[in-house]
């Protein structure tokens, strides 16, 4: 992912966590889960950031978003403990898969720091997927 597309989505998602008064972590990676950008927004609680990359992470690694794998994450889930794998991972909403003009993934976006409902629409209004 080009630096310039990853500080797009980042402005893109400051902007609509400010309009909804979330102070919020948003960090973007690219496909291979590698950090491209990465914003903590003033008085963004300090948790935040470590979970923000995680959710990106997650949604590039796995190529869908974090909430989707939490469906089957649970203890009685296909996947229980796919968390523990790949140096951590987060499976609530809030990470989202950025995809290309052809729907190839090009990268996560994970946000964090409001009600996890909150993170994860404001995600997917950053990528344009609302």
Request: a negative charge; one cysteine or more; hydrophobic letters at 45%.
């Amino acid at each position: 992912m080009h630096s310039s597309i990853a500080q797009l989505i980042v402005q893109r998602t400051e902007a609509i966590a400010s309009r909804s008064g979330h102070q919020v972590c948003i960090s973007v990676v690219d496909a291979s889960g590698l950090q491209a950008a990465f914003l903590r927004m003033d008085d963004a609680i300090p948790g935040a950031i470590d979970i923000a990359v995680k959710k990106a992470r997650t949604a590039a690694l796995f190529r869908t978003d974090s909430t989707s794998i939490g469906r089957e994450a649970r203890p009685d889930g296909a996947i229980y403990t796919l968390e523990a794998t790949n140096g951590g991972l987060i499976s609530f909403g809030g990470g989202v898969v950025i995809l290309d003009e052809q729907g190839r993934t090009i990268g996560g976006l994970g946000v964090s720091g409001a009600p996890v409902e909150v993170d994860q629409a404001i995600a997917l209004e950053a990528v344009g997927r609302q």
